[in-house]
């Protein structure tokens, strides 16, 4: 399982920027990590697990697979996109498609990257893409809308229930306010996923600001990270033009230009690890001599929900995990240490996975 991020913004915002960085970076690993570009702006990223590393040294692993996660780069996202402006229409069915939307904000000042709006203002360039998503919400709730209240008035139950998300939704709406501003019951979470409404999608605020920003960020970024805070939405501070230098150079190179910059890790690191917050997501781990793999899950997810990401008959004919804290596995050399110190748990159906847990299925069928 891996999870899919828009990238979203007005022109010359850095997305593009941040874009290329993610799938130069990615190339970069293809020596050691499968790695594909899905389409000319879809781009697939290894996320970045140091714990796999430290496994497949203790495993003897062969191969090292990384979860991935992929990120689209959408375009044309300007001031009457939801009525068909700058090829709207398409990019905004392209957001449709994703988990999340990760919108870039332009934080810094360069006179030779010229701005729409001709001034530098992340807030409102935020309200331009925030209204034309909710405006294109709007056009896809009056559309259905006449469609699911006759069926309702037929009696159809599932009909009933979308027909009073849609109000809800429409509610929201049109007091200027996103849908993911409308608290759902967990019952009803399917039935709202259905109407995939764009501002109902979790978003991720990057506050793209110049290089001599990028520690502590600046006066701009500190304004999208309140506008995050006042959301309960989460804020990365990177500079897109640092990341894509980054992705040009080799491993070695690369901690030594983090280290003149004051930086700690590359900024797409953080992106990543927001995004996985985000979405509520955890990583277990398969290891042994054939490959040491990283697996996505959504946290909470039990044994047997783990084991059909690998493959839904494992999920079918689950009948225990074998199970190793990673601390654990590291602590005792290995799964052979591990037995022998009973650190091993043989786990059921009801347990539900821990973040680091590395685990062996057993399976009937």
């Known amino acids: 399982m891996g999870f899919k991020c828009g990238i979203v913004g007005l022109p010359n915002v850095g997305k593009s920027t941040l874009f290329n960085a993610l799938t130069q970076t990615a190339a970069a690993q293809a020596a050691n990590y499968p790695f594909c570009t899905i389409e000319p702006n879809v781009g697939e990223v290894a996320v970045p697990e140091p714990r796999l590393e430290t496994l ?47 919108y870039v904000c332009r934080c810094f ?16 360039d935020l309200e331009i893409v925030e ?15 006449a469609n699911v209240e006759k069926k309702a008035k037929g009696g159809d139950k599932d009909a009933k229930e979308a027909l009073q998300l849609i109000d809800c ?39 793209n600001v110049d290089e001599a920003s990028a520690v502590s960020g600046n006066a701009l970024s500190e304004i999208v ?47 990543i690890r927001a995004g996985y917050g985000l979405l509520g997501l955890a990583t277990y781990f398969t290891a ?3 490959e040491a793999r990283a697996w996505t899950i959504h946290a909470g997810y039990t044994a047997p929900q783990a084991a059909g990401v690998i493959h839904t008959d494992f999920e079918k004919g689950f009948i225990r995990a074998e199970t190793i804290a990673f601390d654990d596995y590291v602590a005792c050399g290995g799964e052979v240490g591990a037995k022998e110190a009973g650190k091993m748990r043989l786990e059921g159906k009801d347990y539900v996975v821990r973040d680091g847990d590395v685990m062996h299925f057993r399976f009937s069928g």
């Open 225 to 271: 990270e309140r506008r995050a805070q006042s959301e309960r939405a989460h804020a990365v501070v990177i500079s897109a033009k640092i990341e894509a230098e980054l992705a040009l150079l080799s491993a070695s190179e690369r901690g030594e230009f983090l280290e003149t910059l004051g930086l700690e890790e590359p900024g797409l690191n953080k992106v």
């Open 131 to 145: 209204t034309e998503l909710m405006l294109a919400d709007l056009e896809s709730l009056e559309r259905r809308r």
């Open 109 to 124: 000042e360069d006179g030779d990257v010229t701005h729409v709006a001709g001034r530098i203002d992340p807030l409102a």
């Open 288 to 290: 042994g001599p054939k």
């Open 56 to 102: 497949a040294r203790i495993a003897k692993s062969k191969d090292i697979i990384p979860a991935r996660m992929s990120f689209v780069d959408i375009a044309g996202l300007v001031k009457g996109a939801s009525q068909g402006e700058g090829l709207g229409n398409q990019f905004l069915g392209n957001i449709r498609e994703t988990d999340a939307v990760v």
């Open 169 to 207: 939704a429409r509610q929201a709406l049109e007091a200027g306010q996103p849908a993911r501003s409308v608290t759902i019951a967990a019952d009803h979470d399917k039935a709202w996923r259905m109407l995939q409404l764009l501002t109902a999608k979790p978003v991720l605020y990057i506050a």
